[in-house]
T-cell receptor
Framework: QQQVKQSPQSLIVQKGGISIINCAYE??????FPWYQQFPGKGPALLIA?????SEKKEGRFTISFNKSAKQFSLHIMDSQPGDSATYFC????????????FGSGTKLNVKP | NAGVTQTPKFQVLKTGQSMTLQCAQD?????MSWYRQDPGMGLRLIHY???????DQGEVPNGYNVSRSTTEDFPLRLLSAAPSQTSVYFC?????????????FGPGTRLLVL
């Protein structure tokens, strides 16, 4: 049973548009929620992360929205660019539990020029 | 500073063969882990280690062994490869203290078991 559920599986967005990827979790003990970006042939790299004490975190064009009561969080990519085309993974962990991360299934984003 | 390195990049095995996937990091990170990545499944934790001599199982440990004799190295062993182990394998590391939130991933090993 997957601990973190991610949707959609794939996403096509026009250049300049907004890309939105959603994740949901069940374990209320999770207290750290990162997003990873992976380009073809490369390992995932940390993009942005949030803790449940805030509802939103923004870094440049990337924003995480977090809804603790609904146990959901999402990644918004504003002004999407072709260079953003990659696979995005959400994840969750319990910080005291030795960095064990549970990843979503991934979203393949294609930003068309 | 090479970060996390993995060898080989690609490997083809026959069912029943054994092999070791190598992982090394030069950041003096205490925590190291192995994931497998399969289409539609994301990354699933196989085994992890919080320091030399200490290892534990993740979500999908069956068919894999690990050991951690040094801080730098964390090899993953397949004792008798099966087609179900065809996957892309990623090694990751992070500190246990300050900065523990960020996992650094290697470039991956693509394994095909025939």
């Amino acid at each position: 049973q997957q601990q973190v559920k991610q949707s959609p599986q794939s996403l096509i967005v026009q250049k300049g548009g907004i890309s939105i990827i959603n994740c949901a979790y069940e374990n209320t003990a999770f207290d750290y929620f990162p997003w990873y970006q992976q380009f073809p042939g490369k390992g995932p790299a940390l993009l942005i992360a949030i803790r449940p004490d805030v509802s939103e975190k923004k870094e440049g064009r990337f924003t995480i929205s977090f809804n603790k009561s609904a146990k959901q969080f999402s990644l918004h990519i504003m002004d999407s660019q072709p260079g953003d085309s990659a696979t995005y993974f959400c994840a969750a962990s319990i910080e005291d539990n030795f960095n064990k991360f549970y990843f979503g299934s991934g979203t393949k984003l294609n930003v068309k020029p | 500073n090479a970060g996390v390195t993995q060898t080989p990049k690609f490997q083809v095995l026959k069912t029943g063969q054994s092999m070791t996937l190598q992982c090394a990091q030069d950041m003096n990170h205490e925590y190291m882990s192995w994931y497998r990545q399969d289409p539609g499944m994301g990354l699933r934790l196989i085994h992890y280690s919080v320091g030399a001599g200490i290892t534990d199982q993740g979500e999908v440990p069956n068919g894999y062994n690990v050991s951690r004799s040094t801080t730098e190295d964390f090899p993953l062993r397949l004792l008798s490869a099966a087609p179900s182990q065809t996957s892309v394998y990623f090694c990751a590391s992070s500190p246990l203290g300050s900065g523990k939130e960020t996992q650094y991933f290697g470039p991956g090993t693509r394994l095909l078991v025939l």
